[in-house]
C-alpha cells in the first residue's frame, strides 16, 4: 500500500475513535439520566405510605416498597420472585380474587381500578389487616405488558381519618348552634329591662286586683258569719251597708275580669320569650310577615331605654306570608332594627328614625330598612356579613348579628343585601311568599 492509502487509513480510524469517546460520553450521560430516574422511583416508592407490589404476568413478586415490607416483617429478597398470593393473610379464600383483578387489569376496555377490592394481607405478627387494593397493568416503553402493579391502602387508615372527618363535622355543626343560640341570647340581653318593665304593668295590676278581693273576702266572711249567729234582719241590713257588701258584689267582676286579663298578658309575653329564646327545631310554618315586624319593632323599643327619640315608621303588607320559622324572622328584623338604632344614636343624628316599607309581588315580597345615619362605608360592603366582622367598639358587639342573620335568611330561600346610600344605610330582606 501506498503513503496516501495509509493516510485514509489512519483518518479513518481516527474518525471512528472520536465517534466512540462521543457515545461513550452520551452512554454515561444517559446512564446518569437513568440512575437519577431510578433513585427518584425508589425515593417516590420508600416514602409512599400506600403499600405497592410489581408483579410478572404469572404473578411472581418483582419489586415491593417499603411500607409493604415493613407491613410484612420480611426483607425484599425474601419477597422476590415469590407469588403474590403467599401475602394473603387467607389465600384459600382470597387468591381467586387477585386471579379475578389480574385478568380485569390485562383485559383491554376495561377500567382497571374502578373498584378497589378489599383483601386480608398477613403482616409482621401473622395477623390479618384488611387493605383495599387495586390493580393496573404495567408496561415497558414499547407498550409490552411486563406484568401488573398492586397498590393497597390498610382500611383502618381510611376508616380513622373517615372517623376523624365525622367528628369534626358533628363539632363544626354544635359551634354553628353554639353561635347561633349565642347570638340570640345577646339580643335577648338587650330587652331584658323593658320586657320586665312589661311584665311589671300588668303584673301590679294582679296584685292590686288580689288585695282587694282578699279585703272583700275577709268583709263577706264577717258578714256570713252573722248570718249565721242569728242576727235580726235590722242589724244584718245595718252591718250589710257597714261592710258595703252590695258595692263588693258590684265590684267584683270587674276585679275578677281584669286579674284574668292581666294574667293572660303576662303568660303572652312569658311564652313569647320562650319562644324566642329557645333553640329552634328548624318547624317552618306560615309566618306573617306583619306581626313578626311589629313584635321586633316593639320589643328593640321596650329594651331600647337610651334611645329616647327614635322613631321607627314601619309601612306594612298586611296578610302576606312566608314559609318559614317566626322566632328566627324574629331575630332577623330584630337585629336589623337594633343595629339601626346603635347607628343612628352613636352618630348623633338630630333626627333619628328607621322607615321599614314592604313591597309585595306575586310570588316575592322585599322588606327595606332604612336609616339616616352615617352609611356604610364603600370599603366595607364586602365584609358587612364575615363573621365577627363588627364597626362597634370592643365590648360592644359580636360581629355575629348580620353573619347569623344572612344564613337565617338564606335558609329560608331568601336573599339578606346592604346597599350604601348618600343619607343612610339600606338592608334588604327578600323572601319568597306564600300564595
Not at 418483582?62 to 403474590?84: D, H, M, S
Request: charged content about 25%; aromatic content about 4%; glycine content about 8%.
Amino acid at each position: 500500500m501506498d503513503e496516501a492509502a495509509w493516510l485514509e487509513v489512519i483518518q479513518k480510524m481516527d474518525e471512528v475513535y472520536s465517534q466512540l469517546i462521543q457515545d461513550e460520553i452520551e452512554l454515561e450521560r444517559k446512564n446518569a439520566e437513568l440512575e437519577q430516574s431510578h433513585q427518584f422511583i425508589f425515593s417516590v416508592l420508600g416514602a409512599m405510605s400506600d403499600l405497592v407490589v410489581a408483579c410478572s404476568e404469572a404473578g411472581e413478586i418483582q419489586e415491593t416498597n417499603e411500607a409493604l415490607r415493613t407491613l410484612c416483617g420480611k426483607r425484599e429478597e425474601e419477597l422476590i420472585g415469590r407469588p403474590v398470593q403467599e401475602l394473603l393473610a387467607h389465600p384459600e379464600a382470597e387468591a381467586d380474587r387477585v386471579h379475578e383483578m389480574m385478568a380485569r387489569a390485562a383485559a383491554p376496555g376495561l377500567p382497571s381500578d374502578r373498584e378497589p377490592v378489599e383483601l386480608h394481607l398477613r403482616d409482621a405478627s401473622g395477623q390479618a389487616v384488611p387493605v383495599e387494593v387495586r390493580c393496573s397493568p404495567r408496561h415497558d416503553g414499547a407498550g409490552v405488558r411486563l406484568g401488573h402493579v398492586f397498590v393497597g391502602r390498610p382500611v383502618g387508615e381510611l376508616r380513622r381519618a373517615y372517623q376523624q372527618l365525622q367528628e369534626a363535622h358533628e363539632a363544626l355543626k354544635r359551634t354553628q348552634q353554639q353561635l347561633l343560640h349565642s347570638e340570640k341570647m345577646a339580643s335577648l340581653g338587650l330587652l331584658v329591662a323593658g320586657v320586665a318593665h312589661e311584665l311589671n304593668n300588668p303584673i301590679s295590676f294582679v296584685l292590686g286586683n288580689v288585695h282587694a278581693l282578699k279585703r272583700y273576702c275577709e268583709r263577706i266572711a264577717a258578714y256570713i258569719d252573722a248570718v249565721h249567729a242569728g242576727q235580726d234582719a235590722r242589724q244584718l241590713q245595718a252591718l250589710r251597708q257597714q261592710l258595703r257588701i252590695d258595692h263588693m258584689l258590684a265590684d267584683m267582676p270587674s276585679l275578677i275580669d281584669g286579674t284574668i286579663e292581666g294574667a293572660t298578658r303576662t303568660a303572652e309575653i312569658v311564652n313569647g320569650l320562650k319562644r324566642f329564646s329557645a333553640v329552634d327545631r328548624e318547624e317552618f310554618q306560615p309566618v306573617e310577615l306583619d306581626a313578626v315586624v311589629q313584635r321586633a319593632i316593639h320589643w328593640v323599643g321596650k329594651g331600647a331605654a337610651a334611645a329616647n327619640g327614635f322613631n321607627v315608621h314601619w309601612q306594612g303588607a298586611p296578610g302576606v306570608c312566608v314559609h318559614g320559622s317566626a322566632g328566627q324572622l324574629l331575630q332577623v328584623f330584630m337585629n336589623l332594627i337594633q343595629n339601626a338604632m346603635d347607628a343612628v344614636t352613636t352618630a348623633g343624628v338630630p333626627s333619628p328614625e328607621l322607615r321599614i316599607e314592604a313591597q309585595c309581588s306575586e310570588d316575592r315580597v322585599v322588606l327595606s330598612f332604612r336609616d339616616n345615619g352615617p352609611g356604610i362605608p364603600p370599603d366595607l360592603v364586602h365584609r358587612i356579613f364575615d363573621p365577627f366582622f363588627t364597626t362597634k367598639p370592643v365590648g360592644k358587639g359580636t360581629g355575629l348579628g348580620l353573619s347569623i342573620s344572612y344564613g337565617i335568611v338564606e335558609r329560608h330561600g331568601g336573599r339578606l343585601t346592604a346597599h350604601p346610600r348618600p343619607d343612610g344605610a339600606e338592608f334588604r330582606v327578600e323572601l319568597p311568599r306564600l300564595r
